[in-house]
């Protein structure tokens, strides 16, 4: 049996996830998995998430340095963390599925 290895193609790769270059879902194979939603839906759910979060944090850290009474600084500090745990936790996410697929893409067929 001959194998040969082939470049590896980011976009085919995407396509064959279910997602499209920019990350969004592809509408042929999008359909969620019976019971609950896919993790592509998930992930993109948890990304936008998280970036709400960090634009409030902008918006109340705007606040603060303007001395709007309205904003505590306790409360942006505690925003921020937030938003910072959040961020750890997708990137960490994103890391172990990395990882899964570098582990996958190694096995031996």
């Not at 995407?14 to 270059?21: I, M, S, T, V």
């Not at 948890?46 to 606040?63: F, G």
């Not at 938003?83 to 190694?106: E, H, W």
């Amino acid at each position: 049996m001959d194998l040969k290895l082939k470049p590896f193609d980011l976009n085919q790769a995407l396509a064959r996830a279910g997602l499209a270059a920019n990350g969004q879902p592809l509408a042929a194979r999008a359909a969620p998995v019976a019971g609950g939603s896919s993790f592509s839906n998930a992930m993109a759910d948890a990304l936008k998430s998280v970036n709400q979060q960090m634009v409030e944090v902008d918006r109340m850290q705007r606040a603060v340095v303007s001395d709007n009474p309205t904003v505590s600084i306790e409360q942006t500090m505690v925003a921020m963390q937030k938003a910072q745990i959040g961020f750890q936790t997708v990137l960490q996410v994103r890391n172990k599925l990395v990882a899964a697929y570098t582990d996958i893409m190694n096995m031996q067929v």
